[in-house]
């Protein structure tokens, strides 16, 4: 399976470009779903969109995960109020916890996680909020799958377990409501697994042509290097045409030389650019011609670019770990070591990373930055 993920600043046309790439992914035969973690894809296909998907044209779906209503609970609400069952504690309060930012999302990345793994389609397209929620909603990802050993640990069962079950009588007895909890937070681990994956995911940055915009989109890309997310591409969307004429020709070299700018401060990674429109984008016809010229003969499917992987490496008795962090100063990074883990901040981000057991036993801990990676060696002392 291809997933592919879309973010940028708000308004920056992302959405737009998600039905884009959805639409040129299927027209090219591949069972394609749009899923809008957000409302931006109904606008942009031009129709309602419910949370299970509807059929859009050959080999196209899409559906929108907005939060689930009160007759429709999701998973998390409904183990929540089944755990406040179990507490005998008001399940009203469950409700007011589920609808905490942050907390809201955990039904909409479950809904991802049931469509990436239900197996019927090739290709999912998902259509991320603006820039700084999606990148807290990844890291708080990243957090989920981390905790899920710490939080529920495995159980070992027991001859005595079919008949307490027998004699509790209860719909939700405690043991239910834990391998359900622990159920949830292993479909979000499994789901961390796969976005991570640079084979199979691959996170595409939408801006415009600002440098304000370009700001933003490498404080971005150290944060997905930061949680391991692959990014792949970048769209420096609504380009002004050569054949502008007069009234706008500053406009459109001012934006040509931020281009530039922007292709040369990204790196190596691709920056595709995206003419205007000379309409508002409309209906299938014009999804699928906004894809051809976003992606210039690309197959939207590829890996437009592989960046370094973060690995742990053995040398000499010594353990290194490497991790890329693009456009990074070493004055924002920081690290701290805790008994079974690393902490590596940088800026107002931080990730924590737990320590293979031999790592564990070492207790010197040195690190360099240098060309955009950081190398933390753990040695004995």
């Known amino acids: 399976m291809r997933i592919i993920l879309l973010t940028g600043k708000g308004g920056a046309g992302a959405s737009t470009l998600a039905a884009a790439t959805a639409v040129a992914l ?9 899923f809008g973690v957000g409302h931006g894809l109904a606008t942009a296909f031009g129709r309602p969109l419910g949370q299970r998907p509807v059929p859009l044209a050959a080999d196209l779906w899409a559906l929108e995960a907005a939060p689930g209503r009160h007759d429709e609970p999701g998973p998390f609400l409904d183990w929540l109020r089944d755990l406040f069952a179990y507490r005998n504690m008001d399940e009203t309060v469950a409700d007011d916890i589920a609808a905490l930012p942050g907390l809201v999302d955990l039904n909409r990345l479950l809904a991802l996680d049931e469509q ?3 197996g019927r389609f090739g290709a999912v397209v998902v259509d991320l909020p603006a820039l700084r929620h999606t990148l807290d909603l990844l890291a708080a990802l990243d957090a989920a799958a981390r905790s899920l050993d710490r939080m529920f640990p495995p159980r070992q069962p027991t001859m005595l377990d079919p008949f307490l079950r027998a004699l509790s009588g209860a719909a939700s007895d405690g043991e239910d409501v834990y391998e359900r909890g622990r159920e949830l937070l292993l479909r979000l681990s499994r789901l961390r ?4 994956d640079p084979e ?4 595409r940055l939408v801006l415009t042509a600002d440098r304000g915009s370009l700001a933003e989109a490498q404080r971005a890309v150290t944060a997905l290097s930061l949680f391991a997310y692959p990014a ?6 609504r380009l002004l045409p050569d054949d502008v004429g007069p009234w706008a020709g500053a406009r459109r070299d001012d934006q040509r030389e931020v281009l530039n700018y922007v292709a040369d401060a990204l790196a190596s990674l691709p920056v595709l650019s995206v003419p205007l429109q000379p309409r508002d984008v409309a209906g299938l016809a014009d999804l699928a011609a906004l894809g051809g010229l976003a992606y210039g003969g690309r197959d939207p499917a590829a890996v437009l670019y592989r960046g370094p992987v973060q690995a742990f490496s053995r040398d000499d008795g010594r353990y290194v770990l490497s991790l890329a962090l693009p456009f990074a100063e070493r004055k924002d990074l920081a690290i701290e070591r805790l008994d079974d883990a690393l902490i590596v ?3 107002e981000r931080s990730r924590t990373f737990d320590l293979p057991d031999d790592v564990r036993e070492m207790d010197g801990v040195t690190s360099a930055f240098d060309s955009g990676t950081l190398r933390v060696t753990f040695s004995q002392q």
């Open 116 to 118: 990436v793994e239900s």
């Open 26 to 34: 299927a027209g090219a035969g591949r069972r394609t779903l749009a």
């Open 200 to 203: 199979s995911a691959s996170v």
């Open 232 to 237: 792949d591409a970048a769209f420096c969307n």
């Open 345 to 347: 901040h940088v800026g």
């Open 193 to 196: 697994g796969t976005l991570s």
